[in-house]
């Protein structure tokens, strides 16, 4: 089967991985909505007594690095300024951004009531900064800064869809499908617009792929450290990266099974230019697998 541009795979997301012809394409999810509202979720259907408390440490993080939406699109159309086709895009991805935000939020301040989200928010925007006073790209090109977009929306629908199906309380399920969806999108979008900057800037498949495992090995760096520390840290807490980098890690690696990787892989391989579903994925799949694995069991050993 001959898959179309954004036809990537996923059989079984939380299943093993299997041989790649036995691979079906990739779909949204049944009931998936499109500019969904906060209205939309069944806030009366929470259940305190299904709330998983390491869960709930990485939603309160995860809530405020997507509430930080504006201040990613400020950077973007700073690269892009005269790009008015993909600025305008950007408006409305950020909206949505924003709102995966609110409703995570939301969600973790019923979960735990002493959670403030808004002091929580604060403390993580005053000590983590992007560059917002640059007009061209840190990957070098526009190109290559919409492949690491392309990576960063591939990590969020695989770890939105991870969530989903490791939670037990139905709100919080019920937000993580919503927002795994719109991640997928998002990556549609950024792929879609990446494909026209390649008619200008040519960046080659291993250029891609080597700006998407540079991106992907920046996942524990400050910023998802910095969250985990803003929105989970007792007071009078100082931050030290490798702490919060690693408590982060060893939750966030641990929600994951192979098809939720299995698929990320075949993301980023599609957004590199290389072959989706090939013995490539199958390699890269057991050696990411083997690979969080090791790095969630370390760092429990450790007190992570």
Same mark, same amino acid.
């Given at each position: 089967?001959?898959?179309?541009?954004?036809?990537?795979?996923?059989?079984?997301?939380?299943?093993?991985?299997?041989?790649?012809?036995?691979?079906?394409?990739? &779909?949204?999810?049944? %009931?998936?909505?499109?500019?969904?509202?906060?209205?939309?979720?069944?806030?009366?259907?929470?259940?305190?007594?299904? !709330?998983?408390? +390491?869960?709930?440490?990485?939603?309160?993080?995860?809530?405020?690095?997507? *509430?930080? %939406?504006?201040?990613?699109?400020?950077? $973007?159309?700073?690269?892009?300024? +005269?790009?008015?086709?993909?600025?305008?895009?950007?408006?409305?991805?950020?909206?949505?951004?924003?709102?995966?935000?609110?409703?995570?939020?939301?969600? #973790?301040?019923?979960?735990?009531?002493?959670?403030?989200?808004?002091?929580?928010?604060?403390?993580?925007?005053?000590?983590?900064?992007?560059?917002?006073?640059?007009?061209?790209?840190?990957?070098?090109?526009?190109? %290559?800064?919409?492949? #690491?977009?392309? =990576? !960063?929306?591939? %990590?969020?629908?695989?770890?939105?869809?991870? $969530?989903?199906?490791?939670?037990?309380?139905?709100?919080?399920?019920? =937000?993580?499908?919503?927002?795994?969806?719109? +991640?997928?999108?998002?990556?549609?979008?950024?792929?879609? *617009?990446?494909? &026209?900057?390649? +008619? &200008?800037? *040519?960046?080659?498949?291993?250029?891609?792929?080597?700006?998407?495992?540079?991106? =992907?090995?920046?996942?524990?760096?400050?910023?998802? #450290?910095?969250?985990?520390?803003?929105?989970?840290?007792?007071?009078?807490?100082?931050?030290?990266?490798?702490?919060?980098?690693?408590?982060?890690? &060893?939750?966030?690696?641990?929600?994951?099974?192979?098809? *939720?990787?299995?698929?990320?892989?075949?993301? !980023?391989?599609?957004?590199?230019?290389?072959?989706?579903?090939?013995?490539?994925?199958?390699?890269?799949?057991?050696?990411?697998?083997?690979?969080?694995?090791?790095?969630?069991?370390? $760092?429990?050993?450790?007190?992570?």
């Amino acid at each position: 089967m001959k898959a179309g541009p954004f036809s990537l795979y996923d059989k079984d997301v939380s299943g093993p991985v299997g041989p790649a012809t036995q691979r079906t394409a990739l &779909r949204l999810p049944a %009931g998936f909505m499109k500019n969904w509202t906060l209205d939309d979720i069944a806030w009366d259907a929470f259940d305190r007594s299904k !709330v998983d408390p +390491e869960l709930l440490k990485l939603v309160k993080a995860a809530a405020l690095v997507e *509430h930080n %939406g504006y201040e990613y699109a400020t950077y $973007l159309k700073n690269v892009f300024g +005269e790009d008015a086709e993909f600025t305008t895009a950007i408006d409305g991805w950020a909206r949505e951004e924003v709102q995966h935000g609110e409703a995570l939020g939301r969600w #973790a301040m019923m979960a735990d009531p002493t959670f403030n989200f808004d002091t929580a928010f604060k403390k993580f925007t005053d000590g983590y900064k992007l560059p917002l006073d640059v007009t061209t790209s840190v990957r070098g090109t526009r190109a %290559g800064e919409l492949m #690491a977009r392309c =990576i !960063v929306e591939t %990590g969020t629908s695989s770890y939105y869809s991870a $969530l989903r199906d490791a939670a037990g309380e139905p709100v919080l399920k019920q =937000i993580c499908a919503y927002i795994a969806a719109d +991640e997928l999108r998002h990556y549609k979008l950024f792929y879609t *617009h990446m494909r &026209r900057w390649l +008619e &200008r800037e *040519h960046l080659g498949k291993w250029g891609r792929l080597r700006i998407g495992l540079a991106r =992907i090995q920046e996942s524990e760096d400050d910023e998802l #450290a910095y969250a985990y520390f803003a929105a989970n840290a007792p007071a009078g807490a100082v931050y030290e990266r490798s702490v919060y980098a690693g408590a982060y890690a &060893r939750r966030a690696y641990a929600v994951y099974r192979p098809g *939720h990787v299995q698929r990320g892989v075949a993301m !980023v391989l599609k957004a590199a230019g290389l072959d989706a579903t090939g013995r490539l994925n199958d390699w890269l799949t057991r050696l990411a697998v083997g690979f969080m694995r090791w790095r969630s069991q370390r $760092l429990a050993r450790a007190g992570a």
